[in-house]
């Protein structure tokens, strides 16, 4: 008899073969990281069923099998040659197997040779993935597969892990998408993160055969790896236990007697070898005082059943939780809720308020307010007075609460918020990025995962003896680790007090980068959920070495903000729906294809009875009024006019094709004019859209490159299927010099990513692609270069004639340049004519690109600033004095528009930086610090293929708010010039 056990990070399962290799047993179950214990009883059963067998051979395999394995003198099976074993025997012929497990991703080209991509320690795109997507929604698995089957669209959702994918997922909850959507878009999700980050430009075709858990359940993710790939892929009986076959048919077959096994499994102790912190709390007394100090910090709360008259309402529709607080006159709290949203807040506030009428009519809610992921839903469902800002209304509660307080720090479900006051306005603000490690739902996942509800997986950290060291990396990164602490020994509230320090950790190191505790201040408040948690609470007072202060309303303290906001802001009578309107109300929920400009964007309406309608996914305001709104301006929607101006001209040498992607976007109008006197026709391609992006998916190399490389892909397949003569994409070093830098190099990206594209795109193999490496700093060698590259293809072609047209095309640029500068002084000069605040948007010439920056610029203008671009004031600013290697021409201009923009009262600049930008990890530290030295404040937004705007407009909102406080206070700084 031959056992093989596949140990996954998951799931334990296992294979009994009989003595031709028939399957006479398996088995499929979750081990909880209870690894040994599981494969006891495991065993147990096998020897029960077969009791005459007292030997057989025995092999392990799988992710987290080796330990065990070679601790009790086990053959160990690699996985990937166990599947290999298993997959030659059950599917002759195959050429690519996909097997996607709990934590773990792989890809097997079997064609000409062993192939194998696996993911590292990220379990982004896995069963993991899909487990958290399905919690979040609050779905069965099952539910989830069914529920795509009759999906209308899909949303773009990122899969790199399950924080990220959250920040993407719960705002398009909040704003009325169906889950049957979301459903679909998930598996999307899935699939384009196994082709873009296994697959990395190797295509997949052939037999394709699918295996583990996810392939097996999930008959929908099968259909979308099909129909994205264009195969008709196997998924084989016993699909789930391949691996396990394979570790039982390899050639090892060692005898093993079960029953010592067992025993040796049974006796086994495991000694401690993980790293320990110091403890949290000393013993029960010292926990005590703590819990007793914090315990005076007291926000009244007043009797709902004794009170009449006004009452404010204040709603928080946050990432995973609604709260709601209703405040007297005297803001004291009648009445509060505090639960999870369930991916739809409506109909809870709708029971909420219900609730309250019936319960106290001598109450009158004289105005309201919301804020929050979820306020413009809210605001338009129920007919709120108001709507503020997160940060403006956490900064309202702690200022109500402490009036000195200089420093606030809110850690909600997947949010952190920071800000620091100074002079009574804030100063400085903080906010996590797409990620939502190190909030809330970090440690909710592993409560979850662990088999506890958060409160008690809380409460458990109190009383560690010894935390884990787990760092401050991100969830899933952090299940290997929270894995061998438990291998080794760490008990559940060893691990619960180490994840509450890595949350700390995480805020202060990573979101505030604090180089010091004295940068935060004195007068600390803490506030959000996540500082219910005492571990949270005392991690962050231990690692400050100083006491601050939690509100006993710490998770309401945004509502209580709000209703603060409501009351301030007055109202003779509120707007807000009635008992009567409620009783009549109905949320719908429709989806269609908005035509109003060239966005197309895809809207989610949300109707509530009464022709009220709530519009979300729009990247303008078109579509929501329903009008051509008031004029805007918008100087990256006129850099893609001016580009536009470049058409196609028949040529009679043919056709050279342009893709319109990273440096393209600057030097199009030089290479256009080039080839256009030369007597080319001139082909660019169109500005990006979704679809040219995944048209080219298949074909990226690298999962981390930034997301305006990865875009070039799709350009150079659309290239290749207008069947240009030539594609034209050169490597530059060097850019034009500028002179404000050191020197002028393109980034390595830039000026190197043609050698990339040729080496991973097959289809150029046919095609004339010219990626010869050019200077643009000397005229004269550019010309010869640029005649030499032609002459192979155009025999008649003169060095005369290049000369001239490389001469011309320098002063097409030129003019090109000078023309975006007129306009910014066009736009600045309106902006200064008509009191309008301006906002520097500043960027890459790339970031113009619509898919690059998601309609940005067009969000920002609806608050009434004016947006122009770093390009458009380059001739105002000079080099500047830096504390970096200022060697990259891009980059250069960054920083002398900082420090232009420092000295302008009626300027501020917001920076876009992509996801995956090595240099940018120097220059945005470098920009913030010449912003802040002036007193400004540093907004940045980080950008890649995810398209929702929601953290945007917070980011936006907040720097806004900021400016107004800061205004009215009369602590603007720099001046006009």
């Known amino acids: 008899m031959k056992i093989g056990l596949d140990v996954g990070s998951t799931t334990l399962k296992c294979v009994v073969l009989d003595e031709k290799d028939n399957l006479i047993f398996h088995s499929y179950e979750r081990h909880f990281s209870q690894i040994r214990e599981k494969t006891v009883v495991l065993l147990n059963e096998i020897m029960n069923k077969f009791p005459e067998v007292k030997e057989a051979s025995l092999s392990i395999s799988g992710s987290a099998g080796m330990g065990m394995a070679e601790k009790h003198g086990v053959p160990f099976i690699q996985e990937v040659y166990a599947t290999r074993l298993a997959v030659m025997r059950e599917v002759e012929g195959t050429d690519v197997v996909i097997e996607l497990g709990g934590e773990d991703a792989k890809i097997l080209f079997l064609s000409n040779g062993l192939e194998v991509r696996m993911n590292g320690s990220c379990a982004g795109g896995t069963g993991a993935f899909i487990d958290q997507m399905a919690t979040l929604m609050g779905i069965s698995l099952t539910e989830m597969n069914d529920l795509s089957k009759s999906h209308e669209k899909q949303y773009t959702i990122a899969s790199r892990c399950g924080v990220f994918a959250k920040s993407d997922i719960q705002p398009l909850l909040n704003q009325g998408a169906s889950k049957s959507d979301m459903s679909a878009s998930i598996f999307q999700a899935v699939v384009n993160q196994t082709i873009g980050g296994l697959a990395q430009g190797r295509p997949i075709r052939g037999k394709v055969v699918y295996l583990g858990?996810?392939?097996?359940?999930?008959?929908?993710?099968?259909?979308?790896?099909?129909?994205?790939?264009?195969?008709?892929?196997?998924?084989?009986?016993?699909?789930?236990?391949?691996?396990?076959?394979?570790?039982?048919?390899?050639?090892?077959?060692?005898?093993?007697?079960?029953?010592?096994?067992?025993?040796?499994?049974?006796?086994?102790?495991?000694?401690?070898?993980?790293?320990?912190?110091?403890?949290?709390?000393?013993?029960?007394?010292?926990?005590?005082?703590?819990?007793?100090?914090?315990?005076?910090?007291?926000?009244?709360?007043?009797?709902?059943?004794?009170?009449?008259?006004?009452?404010?309402?204040?709603?928080?529709?946050?990432?995973?939780?609604?709260?709601?607080?209703?405040?007297?006159?005297?803001?004291?709290?009648?009445?509060?809720?505090?639960?999870?949203?369930?991916?739809?807040?409506?109909?809870?506030?709708?029971?909420?308020?219900?609730?309250?009428?019936?319960?106290?009519?001598?109450?009158?809610?004289?105005?309201?307010?919301?804020?929050?992921?979820?306020?413009?839903?809210?605001?338009?469902?129920?007919?709120?007075?108001?709507?503020?800002?997160?940060?403006?209304?956490?900064?309202?509660?702690?200022?109500?609460?402490?009036?000195?307080?200089?420093?606030?720090?809110?850690?909600?479900?997947?949010?952190?918020?920071?800000?620091?006051?100074?002079?009574?306005?804030?100063?400085?603000?903080?906010?996590?990025?797409?990620?939502?490690?190190?909030?809330?739902?970090?440690?909710?996942?592993?409560?979850?995962?662990?088999?506890?509800?958060?409160?008690?997986?809380?409460?458990?950290?109190?009383?560690?003896?010894?935390?884990?060291?787990?760092?401050?990396?991100?969830?899933?990164?952090?299940?290997?680790?929270?894995?061998?602490?438990?291998?080794?020994?760490?008990?559940?509230?060893?691990?619960?007090?180490?994840?509450?320090?890595?949350?700390?950790?995480?805020?202060?190191?990573?979101?505030?980068?604090?180089?010091?505790?004295?940068?935060?201040?004195?007068?600390?408040?803490?506030?959000?959920?996540?500082?219910?948690?005492?571990?949270?609470?005392?991690?962050?007072?231990?690692?400050?070495?100083?006491?601050?202060?939690?509100?006993?309303?710490?998770?309401?303290?945004?509502?209580?903000?709000?209703?603060?906001?409501?009351?301030?802001?007055?109202?003779?009578?509120?707007?807000?729906?009635?008992?009567?309107?409620?009783?009549?109300?109905?949320?719908?929920?429709?989806?269609?294809?908005?035509?109003?400009?060239?966005?197309?964007?895809?809207?989610?309406?949300?109707?509530?009875?009464?022709?009220?309608?709530?519009?979300?996914?729009?990247?303008?305001?078109?579509?929501?009024?329903?009008?051509?709104?008031?004029e805007q301006y918008d100087i990256y929607d006129e850099k893609l006019k001016f580009l536009k101006e470049y058409k196609s001209i028949k040529g009679r040498r043919g056709s050279i094709g342009i893709p319109m992607a990273l440096n393209m976007y600057e030097m199009l109008p030089f290479w256009h004019t080039v080839f256009t006197l030369l007597d080319f026709e001139v082909i660019r391609s169109p500005f990006t859209s979704r679809e040219l992006f995944i048209r080219g998916q298949h074909t990226i190399p690298s999962d981390t490159v930034c997301f305006p490389a990865k875009l070039v892909h799709g350009h150079i397949e659309y290239l290749i299927d207008k069947e240009v003569d030539t594609i034209f994409y050169p490597c530059l070093t060097y850019n034009i010099d500028e002179k404000m830098g050191d020197n002028h190099f393109n980034c390595p990206i830039v000026a190197y990513y043609p050698e990339v594209i040729a080496a991973n795109i097959e289809r150029l193999d046919q095609t004339n692609f010219v990626f010869d490496y050019m200077g643009l700093q000397n005229k004269k060698v550019l010309s010869k270069k640029l005649y030499e590259i032609l002459k192979k293809t155009n025999k008649d072609i003169k060095l005369s004639e290049v000369k001239f047209a490389v001469d011309r095309g320098i002063k097409e640029y030129k003019s090109y340049i000078k023309k975006i500068q007129s306009k910014g002084q066009e736009f600045i000069q309106i902006a200064r004519e008509n009191g309008k605040k301006i906002i520097v948007l500043a960027g890459r010439p790339y970031h113009v690109d619509p898919e690059t920056n998601h309609g940005i610029s067009k969000l920002i203008t609806e608050y009434g600033v004016v947006v122009i671009?770093?390009?458009?004031?380059?001739?105002?600013?000079?080099?500047?004095?830096?504390?970096?290697?200022?060697?990259?021409?891009?980059?250069?201009?960054?920083?002398?528009?900082?420090?232009?923009?420092?000295?302008?009262?009626?300027?501020?600049?917001?920076?876009?930086?992509?996801?995956?930008?090595?240099?940018?990890?120097?220059?945005?530290?470098?920009?913030?610090?010449?912003?802040?030295?002036?007193?400004?404040?540093?907004?940045?937004?980080?950008?890649?293929e995810i398209t929702n705007l929601g953290a945007v407009r917070i980011r936006i909102r907040s720097l806004l708010s900021a400016i107004e406080q800061k205004d009215k206070e009369g602590k603007g700084y720099g001046r006009k010039s």
């Open 213 to 630: 858990g996810p392939l097996t359940f999930f008959s929908q993710l099968r259909e979308t790896f099909n129909s994205t790939l264009g195969v008709n892929g196997i998924c084989p009986e016993n699909s789930l236990y391949f691996v396990a076959m394979g570790a039982a048919i390899s050639d090892i077959e060692t005898p093993v007697n079960l029953e010592k096994l067992i025993e040796k499994l049974d006796a086994n102790t495991t000694r401690k070898t993980y790293g320990g912190l110091k403890k949290l709390f000393e013993d029960e007394e010292e926990y005590m005082i703590f819990k007793s100090r914090h315990d005076r910090e007291q926000v009244k709360y007043s009797d709902p059943l004794t009170y009449k008259g006004n009452a404010y309402l204040g709603i928080d529709a946050g990432s995973t939780t609604i709260k709601a607080v209703i405040m007297d006159e005297e803001d004291g709290i009648l009445h509060s809720i505090y639960r999870s949203n369930q991916g739809n807040p409506v109909p809870l506030i709708k029971d909420f308020l219900m609730d309250f009428y019936r319960k106290y009519p001598d109450i009158t809610i004289k105005t309201s307010a919301v804020t929050g992921y979820g306020e413009e839903l809210l605001k338009n469902a129920f007919s709120l007075d108001f709507g503020v800002v997160e940060t403006i209304a956490h900064y309202t509660a702690a200022k109500k609460y402490k009036p000195e307080v200089d420093f606030i720090i809110d850690i909600g479900g997947q949010d952190i918020k920071c800000f620091k006051i100074r002079d009574g306005v804030i100063d400085s603000i903080f906010l996590n990025e797409a990620c939502s490690s190190g909030c809330g739902s970090f440690l909710q996942t592993f409560a979850e995962a662990l088999g506890y509800g958060i409160g008690e997986f809380a409460n458990l950290g109190i009383y560690s003896k010894d935390p884990v060291d787990l760092g401050s990396r991100c969830t899933v990164f952090m299940n290997s680790s929270v894995k061998q602490a438990q291998k080794d020994g760490a008990s559940i509230a060893d691990i619960s007090a180490g994840l509450s320090i890595s949350v700390i950790k995480n805020a202060l190191y990573k979101v505030i980068r604090a180089s010091s505790v004295k940068d935060l201040g004195e007068n600390i408040v803490v506030q959000g959920g996540t500082f219910y948690n005492d571990s949270v609470l005392k991690a962050f007072e231990d690692e400050l070495e100083r006491k601050v202060i939690r509100p006993n309303i710490s998770g309401l303290m945004g509502a209580f903000g709000a209703a603060i906001y409501a009351k301030d802001k007055g109202n003779d009578h509120s707007s807000l729906l009635g008992m009567d309107e409620l009783k009549k109300f109905n949320h719908q929920v429709k989806l269609v294809m908005c035509g109003l400009c060239e966005n197309n964007c895809s809207l989610t309406v949300n109707s509530f009875g009464d022709n009220r309608k709530y519009i979300g996914g729009n990247r303008c305001d078109r579509p929501v009024k329903n009008r051509d709104i008031e």
């Open 869 to 944: 671009s770093e390009d458009s004031i380059g001739n105002l600013a000079s080099k500047t004095t830096v504390d970096v290697l200022n060697q990259w021409t891009y980059h250069s201009r960054l920083y002398s528009i900082a420090e232009y923009v420092g000295n302008q009262d009626d300027m501020e600049l917001v920076q876009l930086v992509s996801f995956g930008c090595g240099l940018d990890a120097i220059t945005t530290d470098e920009i913030k610090a010449i912003l802040e030295e002036k007193g400004k404040i540093y907004t940045q937004l980080k950008i890649d």
